[in-house]
């Protein structure tokens, strides 16, 4: 079985920052202490209203990380012109929504093929590997497949939320992944107690994984934290 990928979100890291204004705590200085503990990458969202990482963020991770980040975003004219400037090693793209409190589902890459299209084409044309953050379904994996995507992300938080047969959703669409020649990432929800499964999924190669992790080293500082999930998922994988 390969080996699986961890990749930490530090969105929350400039949530806390964001909150009174200031440079404490630094989302970079967060990601540098994740990757010596262990994660492979960083995701960060940059969102329309910035409402945790800004573009003075991405800046500087471009310039410090020697590992990957990958880049969440909607595709939007100016996160795609933003995107292709910076050139992160991946980008993906999800839903936004100004109300919504965190990204609530998969991209309808299905009903979106058309206006897709042209975002998925620019980014892969600039170097960027492209993901789509689709709900595990077959209509969309394959629907990302053909507008071009390296990868699909398999939302997992119906699975977290304790939905009746969402491993077997998502292991069913993991292996759709495989058929198509495209990587098998997910992520949402995921956490110490319900991760093991998932990563033990053979075709999953990357696990993004941000608000858990984060909260929990309040309690266990970053460092360790990070260490017990990779514990976690090389242990399911076997």
Same mark, same amino acid.
């Given at each position: 079985?390969?080996?699986? #990928?961890?990749?930490?979100?530090?969105?929350?890291? %400039?949530?806390?920052?964001? %909150?009174?204004?200031?440079?404490?705590?630094? &989302?970079?200085?967060?990601?540098?202490?994740?990757?010596?503990?262990?994660?492979?990458?960083?995701?960060?969202?940059?969102?329309?209203?910035?409402?945790?990482?800004?573009?003075?963020?991405?800046? #500087?991770?471009?310039?410090?990380?020697?590992? &990957?980040?990958?880049?969440?975003?909607?595709?939007?004219?100016?996160?795609?012109?933003?995107?292709?400037?910076?050139? &992160?090693? @991946?980008?993906?793209?999800?839903?936004?929504?100004? *109300?919504?409190? *965190?990204?609530?589902?998969?991209?309808? %890459?299905?009903?979106?093929?058309?206006?897709?299209?042209?975002p998925v084409a620019r980014l892969t044309e600039a170097g960027i590997a492209v993901s789509l953050f689709v709900d595990p379904d077959p209509p969309q994996?394959?629907?990302a497949a053909r507008l071009g995507a390296a990868a699909v992300e398999l939302h997992t938080g119906q699975y977290a939320g304790g939905g009746e047969g969402?491993?077997?959703?998502?292991?069913?669409? /993991?292996?759709?992944? @495989?058929?198509?020649?495209? /990587?098998?990432?997910?992520?949402?929800?995921?956490?110490?107690?319900?991760?093991? &499964?998932? @990563? @033990?999924?053979?075709?999953?190669?990357?696990?993004?994984?941000?608000?858990?992790?984060?909260?929990?080293?309040?309690?266990?500082?970053?460092?360790?934290?990070?260490?017990?999930?990779?514990?976690?998922?090389?242990?399911?994988?076997?």
């Open positions: 079985m390969s080996p699986i #990928r961890l990749g930490l979100n530090v969105d929350h890291v %400039a949530t806390l920052r964001n %909150a009174r204004g200031g440079v404490h705590p630094d &989302p970079l200085a967060a990601a540098e202490l994740a990757l010596a503990a262990g994660a492979d990458s960083i995701t960060i969202h940059l969102r329309e209203d910035r409402r945790h990482i800004r573009d003075t963020d991405l800046a #500087r991770m471009r310039e410090r990380l020697a590992a &990957p980040l990958n880049l969440e975003m909607a595709a939007t004219e100016e996160m795609v012109a933003i995107a292709c400037a910076s050139r &992160p090693h @991946a980008c993906c793209l999800v839903p936004e929504h100004r *109300t919504e409190l *965190t990204t609530e589902g998969g991209l309808d %890459a299905l009903g979106q093929e058309v206006s897709l299209r042209g994996v394959l629907a969402e491993l077997d959703r998502l292991a069913k669409a /993991a292996r759709l992944t @495989a058929e198509l020649r495209i /990587a098998c990432h997910a992520g949402h929800g995921l956490t110490f107690a319900n991760v093991g &499964p998932v @990563a @033990a999924i053979p075709e999953v190669v990357e696990l993004n994984i941000g608000h858990f992790l984060i909260g929990q080293a309040i309690f266990d500082g970053l460092g360790p934290v990070i260490a017990k999930m990779r514990r976690l998922m090389e242990q399911a994988r076997g």
